[in-house]
């Protein structure tokens, strides 16, 4: 158990639906990141908050946003959902905005858009 | 922005030594090299991590050379348990954290 927390653990949604992620972080972790891992493919680096404000920004989609709330939990707002958004959903936290340390992984969010 | 290269996939048998190279020409000064291991729908759970030179632990070594360009992870003895995908990540001095395409490690009894 890695101490970060995810829900949902799977979501099936239809095309043009909304859905949101949440993602808890860490006792104690300031830094929370997001990837999204589509089948086969590897983990795409979305954004990076640290202690409520974004700090790195990656290859986000325009209809994807996020942030992080004064609790120091992340959610990840997807909209006007495409077929190809259908993947694996990682939030990772860390102490070290920088990337010093480990990241510690959720075990994800499996959206399905149909 | 750091890019990194890895091999695709590699296979081994149990009881072998497995180096894993990654390439990261773009590195900044300031930025650390981690490996990740991952299970099929699992998150990554981190293997080790260093900035230069040398650093083991109860699982691996992480050798980086002095340029830095570059870094191997070493998995002494594999067992079938290491059958996975390792990871690669380095940061691109702006906070992006930015994975490698992933190894494929296959290990055979």
């Known amino acids: 158990d890695s101490g970060v927390t995810q829900t949902p653990k799977h979501l099936i949604t239809a095309t043009g639906q909304r859905v949101t992620l949440r993602c808890s972080p860490r006792?104690?972790?300031?830094?929370v990141y997001w990837y999204q891992q589509s089948l086969d493919q590897g983990l795409q680096f979305l954004i990076q908050y640290y202690n409520g404000e974004e700090r790195a920004k990656g290859n986000i989609l325009e209809r994807f946003s996020a942030q992080q709330f004064p609790d120091l939990h992340s959610e990840l707002n997807l909209s006007s959902l495409e077929l190809g958004d259908s993947a694996l959903y990682f939030c990772?936290?860390?102490?070290?905005?920088?990337?010093?340390?480990?990241?510690?992984f959720g075990e994800g969010s499996r959206l399905t858009v149909l | 922005l750091a890019k990194t290269t890895q091999p695709i996939s590699m296979d081994s048998y149990e009881g072998q030594e497995v180096n894993i190279t990654c390439s990261h020409n773009n590195i900044a000064t300031n930025d650390y090299i981690t490996w990740y291991q991952q299970f099929p729908s699992q998150g990554p759970r981190f293997i080790i991590q260093g900035y230069k030179t040398k650093v083991t632990n109860e699982v691996a070594s992480l050798f980086i050379p002095a340029d830095r360009k570059s870094s191997t992870l070493s998995l002494p003895r594999v067992s079938l348990s290491d059958t996975a995908v390792y990871y690669c990540l380095v940061g691109d001095g702006g906070g992006k954290l930015i994975f490698g395409q992933g190894t494929e490690l296959s290990v055979k009894p």
């Open positions: 006792s104690g972790d300031l830094s």
């Open positions: 990772a936290s860390s102490v070290d905005p920088r990337g010093a340390g480990e990241l510690f």
